[in-house]
């Protein structure tokens, strides 16, 4: 069926098309019982306001855009991402807001070119900025460019961005206090992308409880990495009794190494996952892990957004409250 139009509501309401504008703008200019009348005939129509008219109108285009600039074999198999997506959907579609989601691989500079396109062609109100590193190049950038953003990660000093983090220390001082509590000193952590602020603040946090006999080793938060830096952590000449994992993917793949070694967990080898997925309930036994709302988290960000792109200074954030969810993966030194 063809679409109906302000023509069409105009010619079955008997009035101007100017006034069926202004009735359905809400605008002044025409009676009350006009402005009900063309309503009623919209409804019997089955008019929709356009979203293009509409964000011409209003020199928006009621999209926010998130890009990805992560291994497309990451993203089929990490489910931080599909969360936190999860959670900026439910807060965006509050206001009839639609999310731009653009995939780029590993490649940051891609990324730039992306947000210099998006906002050229006023595609998008605003971007999420997610994988925040350390010295990013893309802050300056999104600065200069004016584009409203929010930075999903903890507080950048001196970029001038509005971000909302999650409580890593806390987090990491929960994990590392349950393994001491169970008799672990020889405590080991396999990170993600060593250049990812996120990264570096667990890194400080896991050194700071974990004491002087604590390892870091860096991965990319992929299993096949995780696991070869598990493997090499087990065989070397101090094996750890308890790793830490930046996530749910790299704390799976451990399970199967110390399988393959001929390893018990938690006899011989304590874990503690990152993010408390629904992975983190496949493996037998089922692994410890730092469980943290991140749909909400995804919403909280959306919603200090939509703030910013409507002009608030909105202060940095910190959201909700980690909690370790203790399985069956850890236990006695």
């Known amino acids: 069926m063809k679409r109906p139009t302000i023509h069409d509501i105009a010619r079955e309401a008997g ?22 009348r063309i309503l009623a005939v919209a409804g019997e129509l089955g008019w929709q306001p356009s979203r293009a008219a509409r964000a011409l109108s209003a020199a928006q285009a009621e999209v926010v855009g998130l890009v990805l600039a992560r291994p497309t074999g990451l993203l089929e198999v990490e489910p931080f991402f ?35 396109r ?3 062609q006023r ?17 300056p950038v999104l600065a200069e460019l004016g584009l409203p953003c929010v930075l999903v990660s903890s507080e950048v000093p001196g970029s001038g961005l509005t971000s909302v983090g999650l409580d890593t220390k806390a987090a990491m001082v929960a994990a590392v206090a349950h393994l001491r509590a169970l008799g672990h000193t020889r405590i080991a952590r396999v990170s ?18 974990a004491g002087p006999d604590a390892v870091i080793v860096a991965a990319d938060y992929s299993g096949e990495r995780g696991a070869a830096a598990t493997r090499d952590l ?10 830490v994992y930046d996530n749910d993917v790299m704390a799976v793949s451990a399970v199967g190494v110390a399988a393959e070694l001929g390893l018990d967990v938690p006899g011989d080898l304590s874990i503690v996952a990152w993010d408390d997925s629904p992975l983190c309930r496949l493996p037998h036994p089922a692994l410890t892990a730092i469980s943290r709302d991140i749909p909400g988290y995804g919403a909280a960000a959306a919603g200090a957004l939509l703030r910013v792109i409507h002009g608030e200074r909105v202060p940095d954030a910190v959201f909700g409250i980690p909690e370790l969810v203790v399985r069956g993966s850890t236990g006695p030194a």
């Open 15 to 36: 009035v101007a098309k100017s006034t069926v504008s202004f009735a359905l703008n809400g605008l002044p200019g025409v009676s009350e019982a006009t402005r009900q």
């Open 82 to 116: 599909m969360r936190l997506i999860a959670g900026v959907e439910a807060a965006l579609g509050a206001d009839d807001i639609g999310l731009l989601l653009q995939v780029v691989g590993d490649d940051p500079q891609h990324e730039l070119e992306v947000y210099r």
């Open 118 to 120: 998006w906002w050229g």
């Open 123 to 139: 595609r998008v109100d605003g971007v999420l900025v997610v994988d925040v590193r350390v010295d990013d190049q893309r802050l």
């Open 192 to 209: 993600g992308h060593a250049d990812f602020q996120e990264t570096v603040l667990r890194d400080r946090a896991f050194a700071e409880t």
């Open 234 to 243: 087990l065989l070397s000449g101090q094996p750890p009794t308890a790793i």
